[in-house]
């Protein structure tokens, strides 16, 4: 298994813009999270799924945040539009029994 | 969830045992205790989990105090590729499967 799957692996935007963040879990997985790493504020969970359906968002910082899972296969999410203060590394997750499993990370810089 | 307290830095030799300790005074009967680890630009890495029992697997030992206020982490024999941010965490049982990440251990691993 090729594990959790996140694109882009960077991304460089300028303040204003739209910026979409997309996950492929691992298959058979039924839990999907969305987590955001800066300096200062460390790991930090935004929102997490169930069979597709989101189960908790009160991580998440604002309206210009929003997170969607199609399919079992497949989650975005989304920054509309991003700020400086959005810039972070984002973390994808899917979850088996008792582990979650990390993807590589997003690094997101917003100019 | 219960919080946790770890202290913010350890070293170790190459070859030694690390332990690597956690205070979580405040745990409640049904919450169990994680043990993540992130190693420098990587997502998370699940180690071990416990509830009562002390625990082992491939990667580490866990030991917890019999009043469960405290546990510990053991890596038998550190490598230079244990270097990372240790993150011990309480989740509660049942179906809520978020995990609230402190600011962890840097454990180094000096050759």
């Known amino acids: 298994d090729a594990g959790v799957i996140q694109s882009p692996r960077h991304e460089v935007t300028e303040m204003g813009q739209e910026v979409t963040l997309r996950c492929k879990p691992i298959s058979g997985h039924d839990y999907l999270f969305w987590y955001r790493q800066t300096m200062m504020r460390g790991l930090e969970l935004l929102i997490y799924f169930n069979n597709n359906v989101p189960i908790d968002d009160s991580g998440m910082p604002e309206d210009r945040f929003s997170a969607k899972m199609p399919n079992a296969s497949f989650s975005t999410l989304k920054i509309q539009p991003s700020e400086p203060r959005d810039s972070a590394v984002y973390f994808c997750?899917?979850?088996?029994?008792?582990?979650?499993?990390f993807g590589p990370g997003t690094r997101l810089t917003v100019l | 969830d219960a919080k946790t307290t770890q202290p913010p830095s350890m070293d170790c030799a190459e070859g030694r045992a690390a332990n690597l300790p956690c205070n979580h005074s405040t745990i409640s009967g049904n919450e169990y205790v994680y043990w993540y680890r992130q190693i420098h630009s990587q997502g998370p890495q699940y180690i071990i989990h416990g509830l009562k029992n002390n625990e082992t697997n491939e990667m580490a030992s866990l030991i917890i105090t019999e009043d469960r206020k405290s546990s510990t982490l053991i890596l038998p024999h550190a490598t230079l590729r244990d270097t990372a941010v240790y993150y011990c965490i309480v989740r509660s049982g049942g179906s809520n499967y978020k995990l609230t990440f402190g600011k962890g251990t840097l454990l180094t691993v000096n050759p």
């Open positions: 997750a899917s979850r088996t029994r008792n582990e979650q499993f």
